[in-house]
Protein backbone atom coordinates (compact mmCIF):
# COMPACT_ATOMS: atom_id res chain seq x y z
CA UNK A 1 0.00 0.00 0.00
CA UNK A 2 1.54 3.43 -0.88
CA UNK A 3 0.23 6.91 0.85
CA UNK A 4 1.31 10.29 -0.18
CA UNK A 5 1.51 13.74 2.19
CA UNK A 6 2.07 17.30 1.19
CA UNK A 7 4.48 18.96 3.33
CA UNK A 8 4.05 22.98 3.29
CA UNK A 9 7.71 24.53 4.37
CA UNK A 10 7.55 26.99 7.29
CA UNK A 11 4.37 25.69 8.39
CA UNK A 12 4.68 23.79 11.52
CA UNK A 13 1.19 24.26 12.96
CA UNK A 14 0.75 21.04 11.36
CA UNK A 15 4.02 19.16 11.12
CA UNK A 16 2.91 15.43 12.77
CA UNK A 17 0.10 14.60 11.09
CA UNK A 18 1.97 12.28 8.00
CA UNK A 19 3.33 10.64 11.50
CA UNK A 20 -0.38 10.33 13.60
CA UNK A 21 -1.63 8.57 10.54
CA UNK A 22 1.17 6.09 9.95
CA UNK A 23 0.81 5.51 13.57
CA UNK A 24 -2.82 4.51 13.32
CA UNK A 25 -2.08 2.10 10.89
CA UNK A 26 0.95 0.24 12.33
CA UNK A 27 -1.39 0.21 15.37
CA UNK A 28 -3.90 -1.57 13.41
CA UNK A 29 -0.80 -4.31 12.33
CA UNK A 30 -0.27 -4.73 15.47
CA UNK A 31 3.23 -4.02 14.69
CA UNK A 32 5.50 -4.09 18.45
CA UNK A 33 5.59 -0.70 20.22
CA UNK A 34 8.77 0.03 20.05
CA UNK A 35 8.87 -0.64 16.20
CA UNK A 36 6.05 1.81 16.11
CA UNK A 37 8.16 4.52 18.31
CA UNK A 38 10.82 4.52 15.57
CA UNK A 39 9.29 4.57 12.44
CA UNK A 40 7.38 7.59 14.10
CA UNK A 41 10.41 9.65 15.32
CA UNK A 42 11.93 8.95 12.23
CA UNK A 43 9.18 10.01 10.04
CA UNK A 44 8.34 13.33 12.21
CA UNK A 45 12.31 14.53 12.75
CA UNK A 46 12.32 14.18 8.82
CA UNK A 47 8.70 15.93 8.31
CA UNK A 48 9.74 18.47 10.40
CA UNK A 49 13.07 19.09 8.77
CA UNK A 50 11.50 19.74 5.76
CA UNK A 51 8.94 22.10 7.42
CA UNK A 52 11.85 23.79 9.00
CA UNK A 53 14.56 24.07 5.66
CA UNK A 54 12.25 23.24 2.49
CA UNK A 55 9.50 25.24 0.44
CA UNK A 56 7.48 22.11 0.14
CA UNK A 57 7.56 18.22 0.36
CA UNK A 58 6.09 15.41 -0.49
CA UNK A 59 6.46 12.07 1.97
CA UNK A 60 5.59 8.83 -0.12
CA UNK A 61 4.96 5.97 2.56
CA UNK A 62 4.68 2.59 1.31
CA UNK A 63 3.68 -0.26 3.60
CA UNK A 64 3.92 -4.15 3.17
CA UNK A 65 3.57 -7.19 5.70
CA UNK A 66 7.17 -6.77 6.68
CA UNK A 67 8.62 -3.37 5.96
CA UNK A 68 7.63 0.03 6.10
CA UNK A 69 9.20 2.59 3.59
CA UNK A 70 9.19 6.65 4.01
CA UNK A 71 10.48 8.57 1.02
CA UNK A 72 10.90 12.03 1.63
CA UNK A 73 11.14 14.30 -1.35
CA UNK A 74 11.52 18.14 -0.81
CA UNK A 75 12.17 20.97 -2.72
CA UNK A 76 14.94 23.30 -0.86
CA UNK A 77 17.92 25.36 -0.44
CA UNK A 78 19.62 21.31 0.06
CA UNK A 79 22.50 20.11 1.66
CA UNK A 80 25.78 21.80 0.49
CA UNK A 81 28.14 19.05 2.64
CA UNK A 82 26.26 15.40 3.89
CA UNK A 83 28.28 14.53 6.11
CA UNK A 84 28.98 17.77 8.78
CA UNK A 85 24.90 17.78 8.71
CA UNK A 86 24.83 14.26 9.55
CA UNK A 87 27.12 14.86 12.55
CA UNK A 88 25.11 15.42 15.83
CA UNK A 89 24.63 19.07 17.08
CA UNK A 90 24.98 20.60 13.50
CA UNK A 91 22.23 23.01 12.87
CA UNK A 92 21.65 25.76 10.24
CA UNK A 93 18.07 26.54 11.37
CA UNK A 94 17.39 29.53 12.15
CA UNK A 95 17.08 31.62 15.59
CA UNK A 96 13.25 31.53 15.05
CA UNK A 97 13.07 28.19 14.54
CA UNK A 98 15.16 27.09 16.93
CA UNK A 99 13.41 29.28 19.45
CA UNK A 100 9.81 26.81 18.79
CA UNK A 101 12.11 24.19 19.79
CA UNK A 102 12.99 22.75 16.70
CA UNK A 103 16.33 22.53 15.07
CA UNK A 104 19.13 21.18 17.60
CA UNK A 105 20.77 19.30 15.62
CA UNK A 106 19.82 16.01 16.40
CA UNK A 107 17.34 15.67 13.38
CA UNK A 108 19.42 13.38 10.82
CA UNK A 109 21.88 11.40 12.96
CA UNK A 110 18.61 10.22 15.25
CA UNK A 111 16.32 9.44 11.87
CA UNK A 112 19.71 7.16 11.00
CA UNK A 113 20.35 5.79 14.62
CA UNK A 114 16.39 4.92 14.02
CA UNK A 115 16.57 3.27 10.63
CA UNK A 116 16.98 0.20 9.38
CA UNK A 117 18.28 1.26 6.18
CA UNK A 118 18.93 5.07 5.61
CA UNK A 119 19.96 6.85 2.33
CA UNK A 120 19.95 10.74 1.44
CA UNK A 121 20.73 12.19 -1.38
CA UNK A 122 20.92 16.29 -1.93
CA UNK A 123 21.34 18.81 -4.48
CA UNK A 124 22.35 21.94 -3.52
CA UNK A 125 19.59 24.80 -4.54
CA UNK A 126 17.13 22.06 -5.61
CA UNK A 127 16.45 19.92 -2.57
CA UNK A 128 17.28 16.52 -0.74
CA UNK A 129 15.66 13.15 -0.49
CA UNK A 130 15.25 10.79 2.60
CA UNK A 131 15.15 7.44 1.83
CA UNK A 132 14.10 5.33 5.11
CA UNK A 133 13.40 1.93 5.65
CA UNK A 134 12.38 0.40 8.75
CA UNK A 135 11.47 -3.58 8.88
CA UNK A 136 8.20 -4.20 11.26
CA UNK A 137 9.76 -7.43 12.47
CA UNK A 138 12.83 -6.95 13.69
CA UNK A 139 12.87 -6.25 17.36
CA UNK A 140 16.91 -6.38 17.80
CA UNK A 141 17.14 -3.18 15.88
CA UNK B 1 -15.06 -13.95 20.40
CA UNK B 2 -12.25 -12.47 22.31
CA UNK B 3 -11.97 -12.20 26.36
CA UNK B 4 -14.16 -9.14 27.34
CA UNK B 5 -11.33 -6.83 28.87
CA UNK B 6 -12.75 -4.58 31.46
CA UNK B 7 -15.81 -4.36 33.39
CA UNK B 8 -17.81 -1.67 32.56
CA UNK B 9 -19.69 0.29 35.58
CA UNK B 10 -21.98 2.13 32.56
CA UNK B 11 -25.47 0.55 31.34
CA UNK B 12 -27.75 1.66 28.72
CA UNK B 13 -30.97 1.08 29.45
CA UNK B 14 -32.78 0.13 26.15
CA UNK B 15 -36.12 0.78 27.25
CA UNK B 16 -35.54 4.42 27.44
CA UNK B 17 -32.97 4.76 24.76
CA UNK B 18 -34.22 6.57 21.90
CA UNK B 19 -31.41 5.85 19.66
CA UNK B 20 -30.95 9.69 19.18
CA UNK B 21 -26.72 8.83 18.98
CA UNK B 22 -25.67 11.56 21.07
CA UNK B 23 -23.94 9.09 23.36
CA UNK B 24 -22.02 8.20 20.22
CA UNK B 25 -21.36 11.65 18.73
CA UNK B 26 -19.57 12.47 22.19
CA UNK B 27 -17.53 9.44 22.68
CA UNK B 28 -13.96 9.83 22.77
CA UNK B 29 -12.71 6.20 21.90
CA UNK B 30 -15.78 5.81 19.28
CA UNK B 31 -16.77 3.20 21.31
CA UNK B 32 -20.87 3.31 20.84
CA UNK B 33 -23.00 2.29 17.73
CA UNK B 34 -26.95 2.47 16.96
CA UNK B 35 -28.37 -0.90 16.14
CA UNK B 36 -31.94 -1.57 16.13
CA UNK B 37 -32.85 2.25 17.11
CA UNK B 38 -30.61 1.83 20.58
CA UNK B 39 -27.24 2.48 20.99
CA UNK B 40 -24.91 -0.30 21.82
CA UNK B 41 -21.46 -0.86 23.40
CA UNK B 42 -18.02 -2.21 22.14
CA UNK B 43 -16.78 -2.86 25.57
CA UNK B 44 -13.54 -3.39 24.56
CA UNK B 45 -13.30 -0.11 23.26
CA UNK B 46 -14.85 1.70 26.38
CA UNK B 47 -12.62 3.31 28.43
CA UNK B 48 -15.47 4.26 31.11
CA UNK B 49 -14.33 8.43 30.86
CA UNK B 50 -18.45 8.62 31.41
CA UNK B 51 -18.86 11.26 28.47
CA UNK B 52 -21.80 9.84 27.42
CA UNK B 53 -23.70 9.45 30.91
CA UNK B 54 -23.18 13.24 30.42
CA UNK B 55 -24.67 13.25 27.38
CA UNK B 56 -27.52 11.20 27.21
CA UNK B 57 -30.58 13.77 27.43
CA UNK B 58 -33.39 11.09 28.58
CA UNK B 59 -30.87 9.68 31.17
CA UNK B 60 -30.72 6.17 29.68
CA UNK B 61 -27.22 5.36 30.56
CA UNK B 62 -26.93 4.59 34.27
CA UNK B 63 -23.93 3.75 36.32
CA UNK B 64 -24.48 0.63 38.66
CA UNK B 65 -24.01 0.94 41.70
CA UNK B 66 -24.22 -1.82 44.84
CA UNK B 67 -27.55 -1.81 46.62
CA UNK B 68 -27.38 0.53 49.57
CA UNK B 69 -28.82 -2.00 52.07
CA UNK B 70 -25.60 -4.29 51.67
CA UNK B 71 -23.94 -2.03 54.42
CA UNK B 72 -25.07 -3.80 56.63
CA UNK B 73 -23.89 -6.73 56.07
CA UNK B 74 -21.09 -5.58 58.25
CA UNK B 75 -20.49 -4.61 61.72
CA UNK B 76 -18.31 -1.93 60.67
CA UNK B 77 -19.26 0.39 58.03
CA UNK B 78 -16.90 2.62 56.99
CA UNK B 79 -17.85 5.39 54.04
CA UNK B 80 -14.70 6.42 52.07
CA UNK B 81 -15.79 10.06 50.99
CA UNK B 82 -13.98 12.01 48.25
CA UNK B 83 -13.28 15.77 49.43
CA UNK B 84 -15.50 16.54 46.08
CA UNK B 85 -18.55 15.67 48.43
CA UNK B 86 -17.69 18.44 50.69
CA UNK B 87 -16.95 20.66 47.76
CA UNK B 88 -20.68 20.38 46.33
CA UNK B 89 -22.15 22.22 49.74
CA UNK B 90 -22.25 25.86 50.35
CA UNK B 91 -19.62 26.76 52.95
CA UNK B 92 -21.93 27.21 55.64
CA UNK B 93 -22.16 23.68 55.87
CA UNK B 94 -19.92 21.97 57.59
CA UNK B 95 -18.03 18.71 57.17
CA UNK B 96 -18.94 17.71 60.34
CA UNK B 97 -22.87 17.89 59.41
CA UNK B 98 -21.74 15.96 56.17
CA UNK B 99 -20.58 13.33 57.93
CA UNK B 100 -22.91 13.30 60.53
CA UNK B 101 -25.21 12.38 57.66
CA UNK B 102 -23.54 9.92 56.64
CA UNK B 103 -24.02 8.47 60.35
CA UNK B 104 -27.91 8.60 60.30
CA UNK B 105 -28.17 6.57 57.08
CA UNK B 106 -25.45 3.92 58.98
CA UNK B 107 -21.98 4.35 58.57
CA UNK B 108 -19.90 3.97 61.81
CA UNK B 109 -17.31 5.76 60.27
CA UNK B 110 -16.66 8.84 57.84
CA UNK B 111 -12.87 9.14 55.88
CA UNK B 112 -11.89 11.02 53.29
CA UNK B 113 -10.25 9.29 50.49
CA UNK B 114 -7.35 11.84 49.98
CA UNK B 115 -5.86 10.65 53.49
CA UNK B 116 -4.48 8.32 51.34
CA UNK B 117 -2.37 10.62 49.17
CA UNK B 118 -0.25 10.78 52.15
CA UNK B 119 0.99 7.52 51.35
CA UNK B 120 1.29 8.62 48.11
CA UNK B 121 3.64 11.50 47.90
CA UNK B 122 6.61 10.09 49.57
CA UNK B 123 6.10 7.01 46.97
CA UNK B 124 6.26 9.15 44.30
CA UNK B 125 8.88 10.89 45.49
CA UNK B 126 10.65 7.86 45.63
CA UNK B 127 10.42 7.09 42.00
CA UNK B 128 11.12 10.09 40.89
CA UNK B 129 14.52 9.49 41.65
CA UNK B 130 15.08 5.91 39.71
CA UNK B 131 16.52 7.51 36.72
CA UNK B 132 16.39 4.08 35.08
CA UNK B 133 12.72 4.72 34.43
CA UNK B 134 11.24 6.68 31.42
CA UNK B 135 10.24 9.91 31.16
CA UNK B 136 7.47 11.57 31.74
CA UNK B 137 5.96 9.03 34.99
CA UNK B 138 2.34 9.15 34.03
CA UNK B 139 0.32 9.23 37.00
CA UNK B 140 -2.22 6.14 37.20
CA UNK B 141 -4.63 8.06 39.41
CA UNK B 142 -7.48 8.45 37.00
CA UNK B 143 -8.72 4.81 36.04
CA UNK B 144 -10.03 6.39 32.79
CA UNK B 145 -6.54 7.62 31.73
CA UNK B 146 -5.21 4.50 32.28
CA UNK B 147 -7.97 2.43 30.33
CA UNK B 148 -7.61 4.98 27.68
CA UNK B 149 -3.55 4.46 27.60
CA UNK B 150 -4.20 0.56 27.51
CA UNK B 151 -6.29 1.00 24.12
CA UNK B 152 -5.36 3.79 22.47
CA UNK B 153 -1.70 4.36 23.53
CA UNK B 154 -0.29 0.82 24.68
CA UNK B 155 3.45 2.13 24.19
CA UNK B 156 2.96 4.64 26.92
CA UNK B 157 1.81 2.03 29.26
CA UNK B 158 5.87 1.52 30.46
CA UNK B 159 5.65 5.75 31.34
CA UNK B 160 2.69 4.53 34.19
CA UNK B 161 4.09 5.53 37.69
CA UNK B 162 2.95 2.37 39.49
CA UNK B 163 1.54 3.69 42.43
CA UNK B 164 -2.15 2.95 43.72
CA UNK B 165 -4.84 5.95 43.69
CA UNK B 166 -5.40 7.48 47.27
CA UNK B 167 -8.20 5.50 47.31
CA UNK B 168 -6.68 2.06 47.74
CA UNK B 169 -4.51 3.43 50.50
CA UNK B 170 -7.45 4.81 52.65
CA UNK B 171 -9.53 1.45 52.06
CA UNK B 172 -6.40 -0.69 53.41
CA UNK B 173 -5.56 2.24 56.17
CA UNK B 174 -9.07 1.72 57.51
CA UNK B 175 -9.13 -2.50 57.35
CA UNK B 176 -6.05 -2.54 59.42
CA UNK B 177 -6.54 0.47 62.02
CA UNK B 178 -10.06 -1.56 62.61
CA UNK B 179 -8.56 -4.80 63.16
CA UNK B 180 -6.04 -3.71 65.15
CA UNK B 181 -8.74 -2.62 67.25
CA UNK B 182 -10.24 -5.71 67.55
CA UNK B 183 -12.65 -5.94 64.01
CA UNK B 184 -12.47 -8.98 62.34
CA UNK B 185 -11.78 -8.38 58.68
CA UNK B 186 -15.03 -10.33 57.38
CA UNK B 187 -16.86 -7.66 59.75
CA UNK B 188 -15.64 -4.79 57.96
CA UNK B 189 -17.12 -3.32 54.54
CA UNK B 190 -15.47 -0.11 53.20
CA UNK B 191 -17.87 1.55 50.58
CA UNK B 192 -16.59 4.36 48.43
CA UNK B 193 -18.53 7.12 47.13
CA UNK B 194 -17.78 7.29 43.73
CA UNK B 195 -17.57 10.54 42.34
CA UNK B 196 -17.58 8.53 38.57
CA UNK B 197 -18.11 5.22 36.22
CA UNK B 198 -14.32 4.65 35.85
CA UNK B 199 -14.18 4.90 39.44
CA UNK B 200 -16.34 1.96 40.02
CA UNK B 201 -15.26 0.14 37.16
CA UNK B 202 -11.22 0.31 38.85
CA UNK B 203 -13.01 -0.90 41.86
CA UNK B 204 -14.73 -4.17 40.50
CA UNK B 205 -12.22 -4.96 37.80
CA UNK B 206 -8.61 -3.16 38.99
CA UNK B 207 -6.37 -2.91 36.34
CA UNK B 208 -2.72 -4.60 37.45
CA UNK B 209 -4.11 -5.78 41.08
CA UNK B 210 -5.85 -8.89 42.42
CA UNK B 211 -7.78 -7.91 44.94
CA UNK B 212 -9.37 -4.77 46.06
CA UNK B 213 -9.98 -3.43 49.74
CA UNK B 214 -12.92 -1.57 48.83
CA UNK B 215 -15.98 -3.95 49.40
CA UNK B 216 -18.90 -1.74 47.20
CA UNK B 217 -19.92 1.21 45.69
CA UNK B 218 -22.18 4.00 46.44
CA UNK B 219 -22.97 6.74 43.84
CA UNK B 220 -22.09 10.20 44.69
CA UNK B 221 -24.85 11.85 43.23
CA UNK B 222 -27.60 9.20 45.35
CA UNK B 223 -25.70 10.37 48.64
CA UNK B 224 -25.46 14.20 47.74
CA UNK B 225 -29.56 13.93 47.16
CA UNK B 226 -30.03 12.45 50.67
CA UNK B 227 -27.55 14.75 52.29
CA UNK B 228 -29.25 17.76 50.60
CA UNK B 229 -32.62 16.38 52.11
CA UNK B 230 -31.23 16.18 55.34
CA UNK B 231 -30.32 19.06 55.59
CA UNK B 232 -33.27 21.01 54.26
CA UNK B 233 -35.39 19.58 56.91
CA UNK B 234 -32.35 20.21 59.61
CA UNK B 235 -34.71 21.20 62.66
CA UNK B 236 -35.40 17.40 63.54
CA UNK B 237 -31.72 16.35 62.65
CA UNK B 238 -30.46 18.40 65.27
CA UNK B 239 -26.33 18.50 66.61
CA UNK B 240 -23.69 17.77 63.88
CA UNK B 241 -22.05 16.07 65.84
CA UNK B 242 -17.99 16.03 65.79
CA UNK B 243 -15.84 15.52 63.10
CA UNK B 244 -11.95 15.97 63.09
CA UNK B 245 -11.05 16.96 60.18
CA UNK B 246 -7.16 16.06 59.57
CA UNK B 247 -6.86 16.46 55.89
CA UNK B 248 -3.55 18.54 54.72
CA UNK B 249 -4.49 21.64 52.78
CA UNK B 250 -2.42 19.59 49.83
CA UNK B 251 -4.10 16.28 49.80
CA UNK B 252 -7.59 18.37 50.66
CA UNK B 253 -7.25 19.62 46.73
CA UNK B 254 -5.46 15.61 45.15
CA UNK B 255 -7.91 15.20 42.89
CA UNK B 256 -8.42 18.28 41.43
CA UNK B 257 -6.32 18.88 38.49
CA UNK B 258 -2.56 19.79 39.54
CA UNK B 259 -3.51 18.65 43.50
CA UNK B 260 -1.16 15.75 42.51
CA UNK B 261 1.23 17.47 40.23
CA UNK B 262 1.82 20.50 42.34
CA UNK B 263 3.40 17.34 45.09
CA UNK B 264 6.06 16.43 42.58
CA UNK B 265 9.72 17.70 41.97
CA UNK B 266 10.70 18.80 38.58
CA UNK B 267 9.19 19.66 35.24
CA UNK B 268 5.25 18.56 36.24
CA UNK B 269 2.32 19.45 33.74
CA UNK B 270 -1.38 18.56 34.88
CA UNK B 271 -3.67 18.12 31.84
CA UNK B 272 -7.93 17.59 32.39
CA UNK B 273 -10.41 16.64 30.37
CA UNK B 274 -10.16 13.22 27.67
CA UNK B 275 -9.91 15.49 24.55
CA UNK B 276 -6.81 17.49 25.73
CA UNK B 277 -5.49 14.21 27.59
CA UNK B 278 -5.71 12.86 24.20
CA UNK B 279 -4.28 15.17 22.08
CA UNK B 280 -1.48 15.43 24.46
CA UNK B 281 -0.75 11.39 24.46
CA UNK B 282 -0.74 11.45 20.65
CA UNK B 283 2.30 14.34 20.72
CA UNK B 284 4.00 12.74 23.44
CA UNK B 285 3.96 9.25 21.54
CA UNK B 286 5.73 10.89 19.01
CA UNK B 287 8.61 12.34 20.81
CA UNK B 288 7.49 15.35 20.08
CA UNK B 289 6.88 16.70 23.59
CA UNK B 290 9.82 15.89 25.14
CA UNK B 291 11.81 17.08 28.80
CA UNK B 292 8.27 16.60 31.46
CA UNK B 293 8.91 14.60 34.77
CA UNK B 294 5.76 13.80 35.39
CA UNK B 295 2.55 13.82 34.02
CA UNK B 296 -1.19 14.35 36.10
CA UNK B 297 -3.66 13.33 33.46
CA UNK B 298 -7.58 13.38 34.32
CA UNK B 299 -10.32 12.62 32.00
CA UNK B 300 -12.69 15.15 33.63
CA UNK B 301 -12.15 18.66 33.05
CA UNK B 302 -11.49 20.62 36.53
CA UNK B 303 -10.23 16.98 37.74
CA UNK B 304 -12.92 14.93 40.10
CA UNK B 305 -14.38 18.03 40.52
CA UNK B 306 -16.03 17.17 36.91
CA UNK B 307 -16.74 13.75 37.68
CA UNK B 308 -20.05 12.58 35.98
CA UNK B 309 -21.48 12.16 39.33
CA UNK B 310 -21.50 15.29 40.77
CA UNK B 311 -24.22 17.09 41.39
CA UNK B 312 -23.08 20.62 41.92
CA UNK B 313 -20.77 22.88 38.92
CA UNK B 314 -17.99 21.53 38.74
CA UNK B 315 -15.68 25.13 38.81
CA UNK B 316 -17.60 25.77 42.19
CA UNK B 317 -16.65 22.94 43.74
CA UNK B 318 -13.40 23.55 42.80
CA UNK B 319 -13.26 26.85 44.08
CA UNK B 320 -14.65 25.74 47.53
CA UNK B 321 -11.99 23.04 47.98
CA UNK B 322 -9.57 25.46 47.07
CA UNK B 323 -10.89 27.82 49.58
CA UNK B 324 -11.46 24.93 52.10
CA UNK B 325 -7.52 24.21 51.57
CA UNK B 326 -6.28 27.71 52.05
CA UNK B 327 -8.41 28.04 55.41
CA UNK B 328 -7.28 24.99 57.38
CA UNK B 329 -5.57 25.37 60.41
CA UNK B 330 -2.71 22.34 61.35
CA UNK B 331 -3.57 19.61 63.26
CA UNK B 332 -3.46 19.77 67.09
CA UNK B 333 -3.16 16.23 67.07
CA UNK B 334 -2.12 13.43 65.16
CA UNK B 335 -4.76 11.36 66.41
CA UNK B 336 -7.09 10.22 63.22
CA UNK B 337 -11.29 10.34 63.34
CA UNK B 338 -12.98 7.89 65.58
CA UNK B 339 -9.46 8.78 68.22
CA UNK B 340 -7.95 5.80 65.96
CA UNK B 341 -4.40 6.20 65.52
CA UNK B 342 -3.67 8.57 61.87
CA UNK B 343 -2.70 7.42 58.71
CA UNK B 344 0.84 8.58 59.01
CA UNK B 345 1.14 6.18 61.74
CA UNK B 346 0.67 3.80 59.16
CA UNK B 347 3.28 4.60 57.36
CA UNK B 348 5.20 1.56 57.16
CA UNK B 349 2.08 -0.74 56.59
CA UNK B 350 1.10 1.33 53.67
CA UNK B 351 4.59 1.61 52.21
CA UNK B 352 3.82 -1.99 51.50
CA UNK B 353 0.30 -1.36 49.76
CA UNK B 354 1.73 1.87 47.72
CA UNK B 355 2.95 0.01 44.39
CA UNK B 356 0.98 -1.46 41.77
CA UNK B 357 1.82 -5.10 42.35
CA UNK B 358 0.81 -6.31 38.29
CA UNK B 359 1.56 -5.55 35.15
CA UNK B 360 -0.55 -3.51 33.43
CA UNK B 361 -1.39 -4.44 30.00
CA UNK B 362 -1.95 -2.95 26.92
CA UNK B 363 -5.24 -3.82 25.37
CA UNK B 364 -5.06 -2.42 21.47
CA UNK B 365 -8.43 -0.72 20.22
CA UNK B 366 -6.85 -0.76 16.63
CA UNK B 367 -5.42 -4.17 15.73
CA UNK B 368 -7.23 -5.46 13.03
CA UNK B 369 -5.55 -9.23 14.14
CA UNK B 370 -2.74 -10.66 15.70
CA UNK B 371 -1.67 -12.49 12.12
CA UNK B 372 -0.06 -9.59 10.34
CA UNK B 373 -1.20 -11.16 7.00
CA UNK B 374 -4.68 -10.76 7.61
CA UNK B 375 -4.59 -7.44 9.55
CA UNK B 376 -2.89 -6.43 6.33
CA UNK B 377 -5.67 -7.80 4.30
CA UNK B 378 -8.07 -5.73 6.42
CA UNK B 379 -6.66 -2.73 6.64
CA UNK B 380 -6.35 -2.85 2.30
CA UNK B 381 -9.85 -3.82 2.99
CA UNK B 382 -10.94 -0.91 4.77
CA UNK B 383 -8.97 1.36 2.46
CA UNK B 384 -10.42 0.13 -0.43
CA UNK B 385 -13.78 0.63 0.88
CA UNK B 386 -13.71 4.22 2.15
CA UNK B 387 -12.99 5.09 -1.33
CA UNK B 388 -16.71 4.73 -1.64
CA UNK B 389 -17.85 6.56 1.23
CA UNK B 390 -18.43 10.08 1.34
CA UNK B 391 -16.15 10.98 3.96
CA UNK B 392 -18.98 13.16 5.78
CA UNK B 393 -19.57 11.75 9.07
CA UNK B 394 -23.05 11.52 9.15
CA UNK B 395 -23.54 8.66 11.39
CA UNK B 396 -26.91 7.68 9.31
CA UNK B 397 -24.83 3.80 9.45
CA UNK B 398 -25.52 3.83 13.15
CA UNK B 399 -21.56 4.24 13.53
CA UNK B 400 -19.51 7.87 14.33
CA UNK B 401 -17.72 8.30 11.08
CA UNK B 402 -16.88 6.93 7.97
CA UNK B 403 -13.66 5.56 9.02
CA UNK B 404 -15.13 3.22 11.95
CA UNK B 405 -17.62 2.40 9.67
CA UNK B 406 -15.46 0.54 7.14
CA UNK B 407 -13.50 -0.48 9.93
CA UNK B 408 -16.79 -2.49 11.49
CA UNK B 409 -17.03 -4.06 8.11
CA UNK B 410 -13.91 -5.57 8.01
CA UNK B 411 -13.87 -6.78 11.78
CA UNK B 412 -17.35 -7.97 10.60
CA UNK B 413 -19.41 -5.68 12.71
CA UNK B 414 -21.26 -3.51 10.21
CA UNK B 415 -21.90 -3.85 6.53
CA UNK B 416 -20.83 -1.04 3.65
CA UNK B 417 -24.59 -1.24 2.73
CA UNK B 418 -24.99 0.81 6.10
CA UNK B 419 -24.40 3.82 4.57
CA UNK B 420 -27.17 5.42 2.84
CA UNK B 421 -24.72 7.62 0.26
CA UNK B 422 -23.60 4.05 -0.98
CA UNK B 423 -27.23 2.55 -1.06
CA UNK B 424 -28.21 5.61 -2.85
CA UNK B 425 -25.08 4.35 -5.07
CA UNK B 426 -26.45 0.96 -5.39
CA UNK B 427 -30.24 1.77 -6.18
CA UNK B 428 -28.85 4.01 -9.01
CA UNK B 429 -27.25 1.23 -10.52
CA UNK B 430 -30.11 -1.15 -10.04
CA UNK B 431 -28.32 -3.41 -7.75
CA UNK B 432 -30.49 -2.38 -4.66
CA UNK B 433 -34.56 -2.57 -4.56
CA UNK B 434 -35.55 0.58 -2.58
CA UNK B 435 -37.64 -1.19 -0.26
CA UNK B 436 -34.43 -3.18 0.99
CA UNK B 437 -32.49 0.29 1.28
CA UNK B 438 -35.35 1.29 3.81
CA UNK B 439 -35.73 -1.34 5.67
CA UNK B 440 -32.11 -1.31 6.45
CA UNK B 441 -32.86 2.17 7.52
CA UNK B 442 -35.00 0.86 9.86
CA UNK B 443 -32.86 -1.92 11.00
CA UNK B 444 -30.35 0.50 12.09
CA UNK B 445 -32.61 3.33 13.73
CA UNK B 446 -35.62 1.24 14.91
CA UNK B 447 -39.18 1.36 13.70
CA UNK B 448 -40.18 3.95 16.22
CA UNK B 449 -38.28 6.72 14.53
CA UNK B 450 -40.60 6.16 11.56
CA UNK B 451 -43.27 6.72 13.07
CA UNK B 452 -44.85 10.39 14.00
CA UNK B 453 -44.64 11.50 17.89
CA UNK B 454 -45.19 14.88 18.65
CA UNK B 455 -44.23 13.83 22.63
CA UNK B 456 -40.61 14.02 21.54
CA UNK B 457 -38.16 16.80 22.95
CA UNK B 458 -38.95 20.00 20.62
CA UNK B 459 -42.18 18.97 19.13
CA UNK B 460 -45.62 19.85 19.11
CA UNK B 461 -47.04 18.33 22.58
CA UNK B 462 -43.48 17.79 24.32
CA UNK B 463 -43.45 15.57 27.32
CA UNK B 464 -41.12 13.00 28.79
Known amino acids: MSFEYKVEGGDFTHAGYASSQVKKMLKQLDVDNSIIKRVVVCLYEAEVNIVAHAYSGIIYVTLDTDNINLKLVDKGPGIPDIPL ?37 SEVAIGTTLDITILLNNLAG | MEKKFFHHALTIREDICTGCSLCMRVCPTEALRIKDGKAHLIEDQCVDCGECFRQCPVHAIIIEQDDFSRIFDYKYRVALVPAVLHGQFKHEVSIAEISAVLKSLGFTWVYEVEHGAEAIKPAIEELMKVRTLPRPLISAYCPAVVRLIQVKYPALIRNFATIKAPLELAAFYCRRVLRDNGAHNAEIGVFYVTPCAAKIAAVKSP ?93 CDEGCAGGVLLS ?38 LKGKVRISEEIK ?12 KAMKMMKRSRRLMCFLPGTDCGACGAPSCQSLVEDVVRRRANISDCIFVRQLMIEHGKLHPDTSHSIMRKIWGESNFEKNCNKKGAENESN
Open chain 1, 85 to 121: AMQKGFSTASPEVREMGFGAGMGLPNIKENADKFNIT
Open chain 2, 207 to 299: VGEETTPITGVINMDFIFNKISRTLRNKGEFGAAGDHPFTLSPSTLVWSLTNGEAANVEGRTMAIDGMNNVMEFLDKLENDEITGIDYLELRA
Open chain 2, 312 to 349: ANRFLVAERLRNKARNIKPAKSKKGDNDMPGIVEYHDY
Open chain 2, 362 to 373: PRSMYRFSVDRD
